[in-house]
């Protein structure tokens, strides 16, 4: 991003939540030398965390989901749940279908693989900043395989997608323009891009965002895209 571009533009806040030393000061390196970032914190585990993220108050917390003493699904759940303001980018890798799945329901608004570029990374904690949601085609595949095993059994479905047990009856409350705007969320659009192709105002497109997460009982945008992706099977 040029000089230009972050003029004028309040840099990202992040908090960096990584139990493995080298990992965490590499990252924080790579992300202070980009204009519109700053790292605020580095957390060493779960609880670390939780406390310096309410202490900071930071807009992107990089979030590790296997850390000690509390894990990152539990981390990701106290923030999403306590500070509503700041989005949770996970870090995994592909051999825990399940506990990316309870991510989901924790309220984490993107994913990456540990194998993503750097660039991957920078691009996706700006998207994040713009209300975007972003996961990689490997992570919705774990996660919508994991929800329709789900579904299909008699488990109790996770709150963020909660649609499980009230899909069918919740789906078919949707109008037309609420179908179409859930496709465009499902697509990783923000609400101003909605608004832009649709037309209409960005407060409306909030406004029928909200509606929608009520009526399909989700908590994040993530979650209304994995449910919307759910339904096009």
Do not use: W
């Not at 924080?28 to 108050?57: I, N, T, W």
């Not at 909030?206 to 979650?223: C, G, P, Q």
Request: hydrophobic letters at 40%.
């Amino acid at each position: 991003m040029t000089k230009e571009e972050t003029a004028g533009t309040p840099r990202v806040r992040i908090l960096i939540a990584e139990d493995q030393a080298l990992v965490r000061r590499g990252t924080a390196v790579l992300l202070s030398m980009e204009q519109d970032m700053e790292v605020v914190g580095q957390a060493c585990d779960g609880v670390e965390a939780v406390a310096m993220a309410g202490l900071l108050h930071p807009d992107v917390v990089l979030m590790d989901l296997h850390m000690p003493r509390i894990g990152g699904v539990a981390a990701t759940r106290e923030i999403t749940r306590t500070l509503p303001g700041t989005q949770v980018l996970v870090l995994t890798t592909l051999n825990d279908d399940e506990t990316v799945f309870e991510a989901v329901r924790a309220g984490a608004h993107g994913y990456l693989l540990k194998d993503v570029t750097e660039q991957e990374l920078l691009d996706t904690i700006r998207a994040l900043r713009r209300g975007e949601s972003r996961l990689t085609p490997q992570i919705a595949r774990k996660v919508m395989d994991q929800f329709r095993r789900l579904a299909g059994s008699s488990e109790y479905v996770p709150d963020a997608v909660q649609a499980g047990q009230k899909r069918d009856a919740a789906t078919e409350t949707l109008n037309e323009k609420e179908e179409k705007i859930l496709r465009l969320i499902a697509e990783g659009m923000s609400n101003r891009q909605i608004a832009n192709t649709l037309f209409l105002a960005e407060g409306t497109v909030k406004n029928y965002v909200s509606r929608i997460m009520e009526k399909l009982h989700a908590n994040t945008r993530t979650a209304l895209a994995v449910i919307s992706a759910k339904h096009r099977r």
